[in-house]
């Protein structure tokens, strides 16, 4: 083997370093791309409505109606949590003291507790700090100003999500048009059916997902009703917003509404509820999940979660989410990449006999 030139040790060295630098201004903008990212699944799943409204009236109209919309959802989500969240944080409040008192009349009846009471002083403790309870609802005032910037941040992210997947609403497919038509024809329309194909899959996946977590969140707000079991419609909320995360969404909900069942009525709520998880969740990975995945991205449970990791390490909650459809879009990719590869490949010509020189053309029929 030849030793290499000056020439393409420099050459090397400088792919090196170009690689390096990307992938360093790839870590410097990895919360933008992230943003990009996420607005490109926003305006995937918005199409939909989108392009049904814009049949029947202005593509800008149709979009400020799907955006309002999707703006109202928060409010009337706080309209749903945010009242009964008050009202029992405050009853616990003005009840506090009273708990404390049943606490000190049960360890009086009981002598091995009036013992330990004696020793520790526990219930003088637990009525001076529930007397302090309803005095520190306000210092919460304090604390939830500390995260005030971190709020502000999450809003402003969201509206820059909000204002990116607008612009692409409106002016993304004349953007994919113009640039697909620098492309030579056979490449472009490989292209436009990979972006069809992609964009199809994605919808079809955000609308099985959404229809999954509500069926979730319903069932789970009926069972807790049934079991009596308070903040009924905040743990259905947030069981509907956990399912929409693969894999893992609806086991954290689950355990998260069964932490709280300790508290109320156990344990027959918690068994209960325990019950009702393992069956549900055991038809909706069997047979609810694997429908939405096989008709809207077909792609590989291995492939699911791997994506799944990749997409939760690299972008959090956001990249659990998005990795499936981002999964089925290379995997449609690499299907149409091979399709047209095989279908470019040169055929084999037929070989052709010759005849040697000077002999008589053959005769087609006979004399």
Same mark, same amino acid.
């Given at each position: 083997?030849?030793?290499?030139s #000056? ?8 792919? =090196? ?42 593509? @800008? ?76 609802? &306000? ?7 500390? =995260?005030?910037? @971190?709020?502000?941040?999450? !809003? ?9 997947? $607008?612009?692409?609403?409106? &002016? &993304? ?7 697909? @038509? ?10 436009r ?14 609308? @099985? #997902? ?6 979730a ?5 009926? =069972? ?9 419609? %905040? ?7 956990l ?5 893992? &969404?609806?086991?954290?909900? $689950? *355990? ?12 027959? $709520?918690? !068994?209960?509820? *325990? ?12 047979? !609810? ?11 590989h %449970?291995?492939?699911?979660i *791997?994506?799944?990791?990749?997409? #939760? ?10 990795? =499936? ?26 070989? !052709?006999e010759? $005849? ?12």
């Amino acid at each position: 083997m030849a030793d290499l030139s #000056a020439r393409q040790v420099v050459r090397l060295v400088l792919i =090196v370093v170009a690689v390096a630098i990307s992938l360093y201004l790839l870590y410097l903008l990895r919360q933008p791309i992230g943003w990009l990212l996420a607005a490109l699944f926003l305006t995937i799943a918005l199409s939909g409505p989108v392009n049904v409204l814009a049949e029947r009236t202005r593509r @800008g109209f149709a979009i400020t109606l799907v955006y309002f919309g999707l703006l109202l959802v928060p409010f009337l989500l706080a309209a749903l949590i945010v009242p009964p969240l008050v009202s029992e944080a405050a009853e616990l409040a003005d009840n506090a003291p009273q708990y404390a008192r049943d606490v000190t009349d049960f360890v009086e009846k009981n002598d091995r507790l009036q013992n330990l009471n004696k020793d520790y002083d526990i219930t003088a403790k637990l009525q001076e700090q529930a007397g302090k309870l309803p005095g520190k609802l &306000g210092d919460a005032a304090g604390t939830v100003s500390d =995260v005030g910037l @971190g709020i502000v941040s999450s !809003i402003f992210a969201l509206v820059t999500i909000l204002i990116l997947a $607008a612009f692409m609403l409106s &002016g &993304g497919r004349r953007w994919i048009d113009a640039g697909l @038509g620098q492309l030579p024809p056979e490449r472009a329309d490989s292209l436009r059916r990979v972006l069809d194909r992609s964009g199809k899959a994605v919808a079809a996946y955000v609308a @099985g #997902a959404l229809a999954q977590a509500t069926l979730a969140g319903v069932l789970s707000f009926l =069972v807790l009703k049934l079991l009596g079991i308070p903040f009924a419609a %905040p743990l259905a909320v947030l069981i509907f917003f956990l399912d929409l995360i693969p894999l893992v &969404g609806a086991t954290i909900g $689950a *355990v998260l509404v069964g932490v709280v069942t300790l508290f109320e009525n156990f344990p027959t $709520a918690t !068994i209960l509820w *325990v019950l009702f998880s393992i069956v549900y969740q055991q038809v909706e990975n069997n047979l !609810i999940q694997p429908q939405i995945q096989k008709r809207a991205v077909n792609v590989h %449970p291995f492939v699911i979660i *791997v994506a799944v990791l990749f997409g #939760a390490n690299l972008l959090g909650v956001l990249g659990a989410i998005v990795a =499936v459809p981002v999964a089925a879009t290379i995997q449609i990719a690499v299907r149409e990449y091979s399709v047209v590869r095989r279908l470019l490949r040169p055929e084999v010509a037929p070989k !052709i006999e010759t $005849a040697p020189a000077g002999a008589p053309p053959s005769s087609v029929s006979g004399a």
